[in-house]
């Protein structure tokens, strides 16, 4: 079964840390390419980060650079969301996707999405 899986989600304080995983079951995650969305209440549904499977290239939208990371560890079947400085604007559901042979630079993944974690920052 095709399965995306995210974790580390929480509360955290302004200018802390989480770190968000994706872990994939039922499918080799080296495959495809990975991204990162995220919808806060009210608003609409923004991609964040993608990272291709052909050559690991990485992007990020302006709103999270200098902060947010993406990254894969294909050996452990999971990607990573490594976010810092964090805002209250940041709050929101946080999703991972991933999708088969695409690069980044044409459309960011959206076939396969997980359920989605929620990230609160706050004091």
């Known amino acids: 079964q095709f399965q995306l899986e995210e974790s580390g989600g929480g509360l955290v304080q302004p200018g802390g840390s989480l770190r968000l995983s994706c872990t994939a079951s039922?499918?080799?995650?080296?495959?495809?390419?990975i991204g990162w969305f995220r919808q806060a209440p009210g608003k609409e549904r923004e991609g964040i980060a993608c990272?291709?499977?052909?050559?690991?290239?990485?992007y990020v939208t302006d709103s999270v650079k200098g902060r947010f990371t993406i990254s894969r560890d294909n050996a452990k079947n999971t990607a990573y969301l490594q976010m810092n400085s964090l805002k209250p604007e940041d709050t929101a559901v946080y999703y991972c996707?991933?999708?088969?042979?695409?690069?980044?630079?044409?459309?960011?993944?959206?076939?396969?999405w997980g359920q989605g974690i929620q990230v609160t920052v706050s004091s």
């Open positions: 996707t991933a999708e088969a042979e695409l690069s980044c630079l044409i459309r960011w993944p959206v076939d396969y």
């Open positions: 039922g499918f080799t995650l080296d495959d495809y390419t």
């Open positions: 990272i291709s499977n052909s050559d690991g290239s990485r």
